[in-house]
């Protein structure tokens, strides 16, 4: 469901069925979503509803009607009550319009306020609800607090730009993934549309800086939480899959040969991992149950 979800959203950004099709088939094989679509937890459906908000939003700006909207509207209201770092994701939405809209008062723009407002008056019981459950205390003895090493701290960032698409315990080609993904990012930089460049840069840089700055300013391990970055990686997907879009439309037969090898390689990459986890969870489950 999810890479329906991220087919409708890139094709949305970037207005390609082939750059779709691409971030979809990556997605299915994600060792990371892989992961936590088995685990009763709410981070696969919190990308889930990030890909729906996100993809709506694009929608409801385009069309400007009041049923675009108000369905934006449930599907923020769903967001924010999946996970509480889901209003870094309406940082990211509320800073996209604005920019977009030239920081006038837009139709849009007021339209999009009128969501968050609802949005967040919607979010108060759940609020009240963590304070009073003492939800909200600060520990400052938890895990992500710890200070970490340097080393371990880019390697941690490392293994876990590498999970998105190859198993991060077994990853020996980390760094040639994280370059394709910081090559995807520059990519965006080429000549692309003005909304999809803004959409991506603001979706990565609210998910990211909120939980990177702390840690690079105090202390901690907030960032190095793969999970926490859920909404970034969703944006990343979209920038790599126009990467790899690109390449194939290219002119030079040499690029468009490279591409396809490159994704190739993913590929094949990605059903080795999936492939080595399920068998790693098969033997979990045979040594906990039948000995």
């Not at 929608?59 to 009550?81: E, G, H, K, N, Q």
């Not at 609210?206 to 909404?231: K, N």
């Not at 990686?233 to 390449?247: D, M, P, Q």
């Not at 194939?248 to 690029?255: D, E, M, T």
Request: glycine residues 4%.
């Amino acid at each position: 469901m999810k890479s329906t979800e991220l087919y409708w959203l890139c094709s949305e950004l970037f207005e390609s069925r082939e750059t779709g099709l691409i971030a979809a088939l990556l997605l299915s094989l994600s060792s990371f979503h892989l992961v936590y679509a088995q685990e009763a937890r709410p981070y696969s459906l919190w990308a889930l509803l990030v890909m729906v908000s996100s993809a709506l939003l694009m929608v409801a700006m385009r069309r400007t009607d009041v049923p675009s909207w108000s369905a934006y509207c449930v599907a923020l209201i769903l967001t924010l009550y999946t996970q509480l770092l889901s209003v870094f994701v309406a940082l990211a939405h509320l800073l996209f319009c604005l920019i977009t809209e030239r920081f006038h008062l837009s139709r849009n723009v007021r339209s999009f306020l009128v969501c968050l407002g609802i949005a967040f008056v919607t979010l108060v019981p759940w609020i009240v609800a963590g304070v009073s459950c003492g939800g909200f205390e600060n520990s400052s003895d938890h895990f992500t607090a710890l200070k970490v090493s340097p080393a371990r701290f880019s390697s941690s960032w490392s293994n876990n730009l590498c999970w998105l698409y190859l198993c991060h315990r077994d990853c020996s080609y980390s760094g040639l993934v994280v370059a394709l993904e910081i090559g995807a990012l520059l990519s965006l930089l080429l000549p692309v549309a003005k909304k999809t460049r803004i959409f991506l840069f603001a979706l990565i840089s609210c998910s990211v800086l909120p939980l990177l700055i702390p840690d690079l300013v105090c202390g901690g391990q907030r960032s190095t939480v793969a999970r926490y970055l859920t909404p970034a990686l969703v944006g990343l997907s979209a920038a790599v899959a126009s990467l790899f879009s690109r390449g194939l439309s290219a002119r030079h037969k040499a690029v468009r040969y490279t591409t396809v090898a490159c994704l190739l390689f993913l590929l094949i990459g990605q059903g080795q991992s999936c492939w080595l986890y399920i068998q790693k969870s098969f033997q979990f489950f045979f040594l906990a149950y039948w000995q």
